[in-house]
DNA sequence: GTCTATATTCCGATAGAC
DNA sequence: GTCTATCGGAATATAGAC
């Protein structure tokens, strides 16, 4: 299944850590799903922190960088963030390891550990959104704020899926990927409708 | 400070579970902060699942009861769905013993706990949510997913307020719930200032 | 690089005195 | 209702054989 145990390690840690949370998790759980023994992640992690951080570090490098390639293609601001709400809404929908880690980072994660995850995860996708949204806001609007929204109202989303099924009128169509990706555009779209900056 | 030491225990464990998890806080250190010995917790309560379900309960219990109040007195849809911004943003922002603690059980809780938080917290606020944007979507679109975006929105700007020291542009100002809140009443009214169906 | 075995600390929980 | 004392087990981590 795997090159090498190391890895192993890693990807069997971050799968845990992300259902159950760092310190639900033992060495021994993690030793225990990847078929080697707890002195065996002794010899590749100098311990628990160290495990913890290599997970975060293999889960959350380079995931922005297919965001790169999708918008080189389109050229239409209006295109390019309806692509970046469809990417978005996807990546948090279908790498739920991915998504759940970076939860709990934004509640749990520590001055250095936040400011990590907005190097790797954050910073280019929000430059993007923001430079998006900054030709398209009207006078007096906050595009820093409306970038937080854009990328906030699709964790949200994602999040309050949890619960859907158990509000009045909630369906699984509700949870569908596309159904959000295509709610979210519309909703953005009449949000930013008003005549751009760029226009005046 | 508290009348008797049981709810001086259910205050202490939440405090403590919002800040660390569940699983990170032990029955001494809520013995400890509270100033008694971890043999009483077990006085009071059966064990620590026991102790996790009041001290959710006590936090989440009657959170809607200031809403209702809020929203009997304005009788315009537009006013009513700003109140309810103000109040939801000032909520999570000020109450972090209540948005840690929400966004814990969205992430973790099971299928017993979400249906609890549902009823308790998210019920009403939602339904309410949803017959004001009932009123003013668009044909074809989905009021429940409106419902979900506002609620959603707001949750997303709190939860993101973690890193915005962090990203290009970011300060204080983003924090404030005031910014907050005018920020996102004017993205709403963007988003529903076309004709509502009422008008139709 | 992986194992067996173990040291040490901490955990949840209980018994019983006061 | 709160305490002292403690049990059995599980946690992180290490030592050393293979």
Redesign the pocket.
Request: charged share 30%; hydrophobic share 25%; aromatic share 4%.
């Given at each position: 299944m795997h090159h090498?145990?190391?890895t192993a390690i890693i990807e069997a840690a971050a799968s845990l850590f992300s259902d159950l949370g760092y310190?639900a998790?033992?060495?021994?759980?993690v030793?225990n799903k990847v078929?080697?023994?707890?002195?065996?992640?002794?010899?590749?992690f100098?311990?628990?922190?160290e495990l913890i951080r290599e997970a975060l570090a293999h889960v959350f490098t380079h995931k922005t960088a297919s965001l790169e390639a999708l918008l080189n293609v389109n050229q239409d601001a209006d295109e390019k963030l309806e692509a970046f709400v469809h990417w978005l809404v996807h990546l948090l929908a279908e790498d739920k390891i991915f998504c759940r880690l970076l939860v709990r980072e934004l509640t749990d994660g520590d001055a250095g550990r936040l400011e990590y995850l907005s190097k790797t995860v954050f910073e280019r996708p929000f430059t993007l959104v923001r430079s998006l949204a900054s030709t398209r806001v009207r006078d007096g609007e906050d595009d820093f704020l409306a970038a937080v929204s854009i990328i906030g109202v699709v964790l949200g989303q994602v999040q309050l899926g949890a619960i859907v099924r158990h509000l009045p009128g909630g369906c699984s169509d509700h949870l569908d990927p596309d159904v959000i990706t295509r709610h979210v555009i519309a909703a953005l779209r009449e949000c930013f409708k008003t005549t751009s900056i760029k226009d005046a």
């Open positions: 090498d145990t190391r310190s998790v033992s060495m021994r759980d030793a078929g080697v023994t707890p002195a065996n992640l002794y010899h590749h100098k311990g628990k922190d």
